[in-house]
């Protein structure tokens, strides 16, 4: 049984810096894939960042990229995302996902939560202006 564990989330001021970590147990950590996501209140669930494969491949959204680099330690078996820059419009809940199948990166398929199967209980972020 595959478990997803998110924790870091938090209130940080914009310009700020915080780090989210999820912790995965029951799951091939270092040979699939995983990714974050976010919900915003009346918006969609976005993906924003996916790491895949033994090399660990790293993709990104266009809002995030630059900002947000995603890691993770396989010995751990714990995913993270490291925001800096933070910006108010990037308050949201953030989810830890994971999938066996991983879908394609063409396209930023990844970046749809439909294509994804496991999925954590979320942390909420804030960024105040």
């Known amino acids: 049984q595959v478990q997803l564990v998110e924790s870091g989330g938090g209130s940080v001021q914009a310009g700020g810096s915080q780090r989210l970590s999820c912790v995965a147990s029951?799951?091939?950590?270092?040979?699939?894939?995983m990714g974050w996501f976010r919900q915003a209140p009346g918006k969609e669930r976005e993906g924003i960042a996916a790491?895949?494969?033994?090399?660990?491949?790293?993709y990104y959204s266009g809002s995030v990229e630059g900002r947000f680099t995603i890691s993770r330690d396989n010995v751990k078996n714990t995913l993270y995302l490291e925001m800096n820059r933070l910006k108010p419009e990037d308050t949201a809940m953030y989810y830890c996902?994971?999938?066996?199948?991983?879908?394609?990166?063409?396209?930023?398929?990844?970046?749809?939560?439909?294509?994804?199967?496991?999925w954590g209980q979320g942390t909420q972020v804030t960024v105040s202006s």
């Open positions: 790491i895949y494969g033994a090399r660990g491949a790293a």
């Open positions: 029951g799951y091939s950590f270092n040979r699939d894939c």
């Open positions: 996902a994971a999938d066996n199948s991983c879908i394609t990166t063409a396209g930023g398929a990844w970046s749809r939560p439909v294509y994804w199967t496991y």
